[in-house]
Antibody, heavy 121, light 108 residues
Framework: EAQLVESGGGQVKPGGSLRLSCVTS????????MNWVRQAPGKGLEWVAS????????FYADSVKGRFTISRDNAKNSLFLQMNSLRVDDTALYYC??????????????WGQGTRVTVSS | SHVLTQPPSVSVAPGQTATITCGGD??????VHWYQQKPGQAPVLVVY???KRPSGIPDRISGSRSGNTATLTIIWVEVGDEADFYC???????????FGGGTKLTVL
């Protein structure tokens, strides 16, 4: 059974930084496109970033480009999101999600339970 | 940037059919995926590639697409189907994932 477990969330002041992690098990991590998706309180889903199998291709939502960095460690079955210059509107529950294993982005089949990030002064 | 448009809410009685639409001018060129999110839970993939169902998803749930509109249909709706539903595509004009705004399904 696929398990994705996020960690690293917390409360931070505007302008601060956080590093989120997602450790996976039950999937062949290195063959999955990986993603971060967030959900602000009471709002819908918002895609944040995606990274290809090898990390060669990386894509960001316009709202986080230049501030967030997605990365992965295939040897440790882990996904990361370095978040810098955090803003109040980055406050959300951040989900780690895995595509079905392909070379290109497809549907996000496996999801973690999320880690909460609160940006507040 | 492109937008996926969903109705904010749909209400049906138990046993009836719920229809949730997703519109966008890029839908004709890409596959549509649907996620169900129950309160306090992570999203669950219920339909992918317009009309395919992952294992474990009941066949009461189906997807279709015609031109620039995708539709999620749930027949014989149950109280347990209450959730938010999101459509999603990969927009290859700007290499972005795009979610619809979500539709809250209420079972009266």
């Amino acid at each position: 059974e696929a398990q994705l477990v996020e960690s690293g969330g917390g409360q931070v002041k505007p302008g601060g930084s956080l590093r989120l992690s997602c450790v996976t098990s039950g999937i062949n991590f290195r063959i999955h496109y990986m993603n971060w998706v967030r959900q602000a309180p009471g709002k819908g889903l918002e895609w944040v970033a995606s990274i290809s199998l090898s990390g060669r291709f990386i894509f960001y939502a316009d709202s986080v480009k230049g501030r967030f960095t997605i990365s992965r460690d295939n040897a440790k079955n882990s996904l990361f999101l370095q978040m810098n210059s955090l803003r109040v509107d980055d406050t959300a529950l951040y989900y780690c999600a895995a595509d079905e294993g392909t070379e290109t982005p497809v549907e996000m089949r496996y999801w973690g339970q999320g880690t909460r990030v609160t940006v507040s002064s | 940037s492109h937008v996926l448009t969903q109705p904010p809410s749909v209400s049906v009685a138990p046993g009836q059919t719920a229809t949730i639409t997703c519109g966008g001018d890029r839908l004709a060129f890409t596959s549509v995926h649907w996620y169900q999110q129950k309160p306090g839970q992570a999203p669950v993939l219920v339909v992918y590639d317009d009309r395919k169902r992952p294992s474990g998803i009941p066949d009461r749930i189906s997807g279709s697409r015609s031109g620039n509109t995708a539709t999620l249909t749930i027949i014989w709706v149950e109280v347990g189907d209450e959730a938010d539903f999101y459509c999603q595509v990969w927009d290859n004009t700007n290499d972005h994932r795009l979610f619809g705004g979500g539709t809250k399904l209420t079972v009266l």
